[in-house]
């Protein structure tokens, strides 16, 4: 389901890096998630304004770790509630990060997002960041998701890409502030995460450069 042009381009700065991790990549990072869940548990993120709870549970990996609730969204040191630092982000993570966008500058934060069911993610920009010249980048664990790709402008036109376990989005340069979201996952497509379900890895850089 990739609704491309028929020269199948992507815009400028997205790139859709198809089986960048293959299955033994894959295994070592449900690992290391499995691993980093037991010191940093899931936890229920909520919009700040209404407290609704968002559709998927979260964690993260690195320095800092970005979190929503009552308080806003923000990025900060430790888990919420148990008030630990995160574990350290996988150096095959950090590899994938400076191999895909060359940026000599590492990511301080790995947020992981856990789908299942019915869980999805809204239309919006990664923008909590200091530095909008840092790449986002995302990896994809488990079942199939449809990945939506808008504009800088919430309004569309919107492409819609399955995104398969193994996969890696990379949104930079004039892709950096477009709109993105997942529309659904395609449960028991792909059961490789304990649990069942979809794990989404983002790397981001957070703070200014050093
Ligand atoms: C996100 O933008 O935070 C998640 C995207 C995804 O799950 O692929
Ligand atoms: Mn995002």
Sequence with gaps: MDFL???????????LHRCHFDDQAQAE????????????PWFQPTMPRTGQPLS??????????WVADHKGYRYQVHHPETGAPWPPIPDLLLEAWHA??????PPDCCLINWYQGTAKMGLHVDKDEADYAFPVVSVSLGDDAVFVLGQTMRKGPYRRMMVKSGDVCVLAGAARLRYHGVDRIVPGSNPIIPGGGRWNLTLRRARPAP
């Design 100 to 105: 895909l966008t060359g940026c000599a500058v």
């Design 5 to 15: 042009p028929p020269d199948r381009s992507y815009p400028s700065g997205f790139g």
């Design 56 to 65: 998927v549970r979260m964690s993260n990996f690195g320095p800092l770790g």
């Design 29 to 40: 990072l449900i690992k290391t998630v499995q691993k980093a869940v037991t010191v940093a």
